[in-house]
């Protein structure tokens, strides 16, 4: 007899779910390999640290940041863009490790984009409490490429809202592997994340992680 000794196993195996008219959510898509994800993410973190950006109007984003390959998503008093060096150590980011860019590739491929090569991936790191409000991802070149996300540790919820701030949004809750595809006409939908409840993930800890990749050159 065998037990599942954890809420994510017990959630069961690779599913699909649509989300939108070109969003997929693939549940536990990135399940198995999650340690050797954290691990390579350790590695980025060592070169290139989790720091709280600040926003244009001045306030500290909740949600710590970092980034690998060629672009890294930046914030500060000038405004929000991507660029190809570090502010904080002043170098390159940190090349996108083999294994970030194969599980993009293979999520991207499995919600129907073939030849997704992304440049850039956003790492989030949120403690309890952490949020992102809402907005829409439009500083990359290129809004044709999907983005790729995946999260790790402990759940949140995901709001998925329409083309303009005021529409609706529907509440998808995001768990540990689970990895979301989004492109076509939904990868400017307005998304957000509410404030993340207490928690503790056996494997992450008290925090969630998730990893954006994006075409942004
Ligand atoms: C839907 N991150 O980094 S990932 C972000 O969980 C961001 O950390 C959230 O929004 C997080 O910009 C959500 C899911 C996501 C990412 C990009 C999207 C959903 C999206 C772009 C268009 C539509
Ligand atoms: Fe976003």
Not at 2 to 9: A, K, P, V
Request: neutral net charge; contains cysteine; proline residues 7%.
């Amino acid at each position: 007899m065998t037990f599942s000794l954890f809420d994510d196993d017990a959630l069961g195996g690779p599913t699909t779910e649509q989300l939108g008219p070109a969003s997929f959510v693939l549940r536990a898509f990135a399940r198995d390999r999650a340690s050797a994800l954290l691990e390579a993410i350790d590695r980025v973190e060592t070169l290139s640290p989790f720091r709280n950006m600040r926003t244009p109007g001045g306030h500290t984003m909740s949600v710590a940041m970092t980034s690998c390959g060629s672009l890294g998503w930046i914030s500060d008093a000038r405004g929000y863009r991507y660029s190809a060096l570090d502010p904080l150590s002043g170098k390159p980011w940190p090349a996108m490790p083999d294994l970030l860019l194969n599980l993009a590739q293979e999520a991207a491929l499995a919600a129907g984009f073939a030849d997704f090569t992304p440049d850039a991936c956003l790492i989030n790191r949120y403690l309890p409490g952490a949020r992102m409000s809402l907005h829409q991802d439009r500083d990359e070149r290129n809004l044709g490429a999907p983005i790729v996300s995946v999260s790790l540790g402990i759940p949140a919820t995901f709001l998925f809202g329409g083309m303009q701030r005021s529409d609706p949004t529907e509440r998808v809750h995001l768990r540990h592997g689970d990895v979301v595809v989004w492109g076509g006409e939904d990868r400017l939908r307005f998304h957000g994340i509410l404030p993340l409840k207490h928690n503790d993930h056996r494997l992450v800890g008290p925090r969630r992680i998730n990893l954006t990749f994006r075409r942004a050159g």
